[in-house]
């Protein structure tokens, strides 16, 4: 069956770094874009940022851009989240998800598989 693991969250300091990734395993990840979504406590789901199925394309959030770099590894079927520049804003839930294609959505219900979630906090 489809499986999505989280990993690499942790605590950082404000201006660290920190650098997730995503193992999947049951279908062909190469087939798929991914996507990288956090919640914050009392907040929403909030799009990090996504990257098309061959990496030929990214999408970050603006409140990300500059700090944040996705990737994507095809051959180990794993999808990364390189976090720089930390704040304490950063500081939530952060889930991998799989799109239901070859395209970047933005969308929960376009999105049909979900990782357990790793959590990162950025505090001093």
């Known amino acids: 069956q489809v499986q999505l693991v989280e990993s690499g969250g942790g605590l950082a300091q404000p201006g660290g770094s920190l650098r997730l990734s995503c193992a999947a395993s049951?279908?062909?990840?190469?087939?798929?874009?991914m996507s990288w979504a956090r919640q914050a406590p009392g907040k929403g789901l909030e799009w990090v940022s996504g990257?098309?199925?061959?990496?030929?394309?990214?999408y970050y959030a603006d409140s990300v851009k500059g700090r944040f770099t996705i990737s994507r590894d095809n051959a180990k079927n794993t999808v990364y989240l390189q976090m720089n520049i930390l704040k304490p804003e950063d500081t939530a839930l952060y889930y991998c998800?799989?799109?239901?294609?070859?395209?970047?959505?933005?969308?929960?219900?376009?999105?049909?598989?979900w990782g357990q979630g790793t959590q990162v906090t950025v505090s001093s």
């Open positions: 998800a799989k799109s239901e294609d070859t395209l970047i959505r933005f969308r929960r219900y376009e999105h049909d598989a």
């Open positions: 049951g279908f062909t990840f190469s087939n798929y874009a």
């Open positions: 990257i098309y199925s061959d990496g030929s394309g990214t």
